[in-house]
T-cell receptor, first 118, second 112 residues
C-alpha cells in the first residue's frame, strides 16, 4: 500500500527566501512520486514527477524535488520564493502496479498551504 | 495533451435534491477516469475510478454514484444530497500508469 505524509499544513516564507515543502512516502513497491500545485478554486496542476530516472527532478516555475530512498522523502524546494508561488501544494505517490485497478491511482497528502510575504 | 472539462463550476443545492456532475475528456482515448472530493484541510479523497466504459470502482461507501456511459465521459450522481456532500469535486484523467493525472477545474458544491 502507498501513503504520503506532508509535514506542515502551512508554510510561510518571505519573498526571495528558500521554499522547502516536506513529503515522506510509504510504498510497498518502487514508487512514482508527484508534486502538484493548486491555486484557489482551480484544479491541480503538475509541478514535477519522479519516475526512477534522475533522483533530482526539475519542474516548472523553478521548483525541484529530490528523491531520497533511504529517507523515503521527496521534498520540494525552490531557491527564491515569488509572490506568485502562494498556493496549496500536494505530494502524491503512485504504485507501479500493472494495469487494472492500480493504474494511475494516486495517493495524495493533505496538502501544504504556502504563503509568501512581501 | 489531455483537457478535462467539468461543469458547472459552482452549484448550490438543497438537502435531498439530486445531483449530476459531468466530466468530459479531450486529447486521449481509453483513459482511466477519477472523481476526487476535496474538503478543507483534508486533502483529496478518491471517490470513484473507472478503467473503461461501464466499469466503476468505488473507494468509499457514500451517498454518491458514478457512471461512464462513453469512453471519455464520467458522471457523478446522487439521488438525495446530504449536507456532508458539500465540497470541491475534481475529475481527473490519466492515460498510463506512469503518466500524471490531468485535472479539471473542479465543481464547488454547496448543499444547504
Amino acid at each position: 500500500a502507498q501513503s504520503v505524509t506532508q509535514l506542515g499544513s502551512h508554510v510561510s516564507v518571505s519573498e526571495g527566501a528558500l521554499v522547502l515543502l516536506r513529503c515522506n512516502y510509504s510504498s510497498s513497491v518502487p514508487p512514482y512520486l508527484f508534486w502538484y500545485v493548486q491555486y484557489p478554486n482551480q484544479g491541480l496542476q503538475l509541478l514535477l514527477k519522479y519516475t526512477s530516472a534522475a533522483t533530482l527532478v526539475k519542474g516548472i516555475n523553478g521548483f525541484e524535488a529530490e528523491f531520497k530512498k533511504s529517507e523515503t522523502s521527496f521534498h520540494l524546494t525552490k531557491p527564491s520564493a515569488h509572490m506568485s508561488d502562494a498556493a496549496e501544494y500536494f505530494c502524491a505517490v503512485s504504485g507501479r502496479g500493472g494495469r487494472g485497478s492500480t493504474l494511475g491511482r494516486l495517493y495524495f497528502g493533505r496538502g501544504t498551504q504556502l504563503t509568501v510575504w512581501p | 495533451s489531455q483537457t478535462i472539462h467539468q461543469w458547472p463550476a459552482t452549484l448550490v443545492q438543497p438537502v435531498g435534491s439530486p445531483l449530476s456532475l459531468e466530466c468530459t475528456v479531450e486529447g486521449t482515448s481509453n483513459p482511466n477516469l477519477y472523481w476526487y472530493r476535496q474538503a478543507a484541510g483534508r486533502g483529496l479523497q478518491l471517490l470513484f475510478y473507472s478503467v473503461g466504459i461501464g466499469q466503476i470502482s468505488s473507494e468509499v461507501p457514500q451517498n454518491l454514484s458514478a457512471s461512464r456511459p462513453q469512453d471519455r465521459q464520467f458522471i457523478l450522481s446522487s439521488k438525495k444530497l446530504l449536507l456532508s456532500d458539500s465540497g470541491f469535486y475534481l475529475c481527473a484523467s490519466t492515460s498510463s500508469y506512469n503518466s500524471p493525472l490531468h485535472f479539471g477545474n473542479g465543481t464547488r458544491l454547496t448543499v444547504t
